[in-house]
C-alpha cells in the first residue's frame, strides 16, 4: 500500500540558509500534518492543513510557512536556519481531518551546521 | 493544555516476558489515542488507533486498553521478542486537532 513520501530524506544545511521539505500524502487523504523532533524529544506539531487550507497551527516559528497544494502535497519552507532547527521533521496525513489514523511518513532529518 | 505522560521512560526486559506500558493523560475529553512504534532515528510506525469510544484494540501480540474516564492507556506486549526493542509513544487527539504526544518509553528486549 501506498505511503506518505517525504523528501528529502536527509538535508544539510548551513545557519542563515533556507530549506525546504516536501511531503507527499497516500492518495485520497485530504489532511497533512507536520510535526518536529528533536534530538530526544517527542514530536512537536507545527502546522495542518486540510483541503489546502491552513486548519490548525501549533508551536511554528515565525521564520517558517507552509502551504498545501491542488494535488494535496505539501511543503515547508524554513528560512534562516539556527543551530536549533536541527531535527527530524514528521508529515502526516488522514482522511477528513476526522476519526482516522494519522500515517507518518519516514521523515526528513535536518542539519543546520 | 493536554499532557501526555508515559511510564516507565525505560524498560529492559527478557525476551518471552510480557510486558505493559502505560499511558495518561490530562484531559479526558479525547477524541482518539493512537500508539506508535519508533526505532532509532526511523520514522513513526502506528500501532493501535483506539477512538474514545472503543475500551481496548488487538493486532497480533499488542492489545491496547483505554480507561476514558480515567485518562490512561496501556499497551500490553505478549511473548516479547528482541524485535520489539524500540520506543513505544502514545498520543492522544481531541476532536479535529493534532496529536500531542507522550515522551515514550524506551524498550529493550534482551534476547
Known amino acids: 500500500a501506498a505511503g506518505v513520501i517525504q523528501s528529502p530524506r536527509h538535508l544539510i544545511k548551513e545557519k542563515r540558509e533556507t530549506a525546504t521539505l516536501k511531503c507527499y500524502p497516500i492518495p485520497r487523504h485530504d489532511t497533512v500534518y507536520w510535526y518536529q523532533q528533536g534530538p530526544g524529544q517527542d514530536p512537536q506539531f507545527l502546522i495542518s492543513?486540510?483541503?489546502?487550507?491552513?486548519?490548525d497551527k501549533g508551536s511554528i516559528p515565525d521564520r517558517f510557512s507552509a502551504q498545501q497544494f491542488s494535488d494535496y502535497h505539501s511543503e515547508l519552507n524554513m528560512s534562516s536556519l539556527e543551530l536549533g532547527d536541527s531535527a527530524l521533521y514528521f508529515c502526516a496525513s488522514s482522511f477528513s481531518a476526522g476519526a482516522d489514523t494519522q500515517y507518518f511518513g519516514p521523515g526528513t532529518r535536518l542539519t543546520v551546521l | 493544555k493536554q499532557e501526555v505522560t508515559q511510564i516507565p521512560a525505560a524498560l529492559s526486559v527478557p525476551e518471552g516476558e510480557n510486558l505493559v506500558l502505560n499511558c495518561s493523560f490530562t484531559?479526558?475529553?479525547?477524541?482518539?489515542l493512537q500508539w506508535f512504534r519508533q526505532d532509532p532515528g526511523k520514522g513513526l510506525t502506528s500501532l493501535l488507533l483506539?477512538?474514545?469510544?472503543?475500551r481496548e484494540q488487538t493486532s497480533g501480540r499488542l492489545n491496547a486498553s483505554l480507561d476514558k474516564s480515567s485518562g490512561r492507556s496501556t499497551l500490553y506486549i505478549a511473548a516479547s521478542q528482541p524485535g520489539d526493542s524500540a520506543t513505544y509513544l502514545c498520543?492522544?487527539?481531541?476532536?479535529?486537532?493534532?496529536?500531542?504526544f507522550g515522551k515514550g518509553t524506551r524498550l529493550s528486549v534482551i534476547a
Open positions: 492543513f486540510y483541503e489546502k487550507m491552513q486548519s
Open positions: 484531559d479526558s475529553a479525547i477524541y482518539n
Open positions: 498520543a492522544v487527539r481531541k476532536g479535529n486537532t493534532p496529536l500531542v
Open positions: 483506539i477512538q474514545s469510544s472503543q
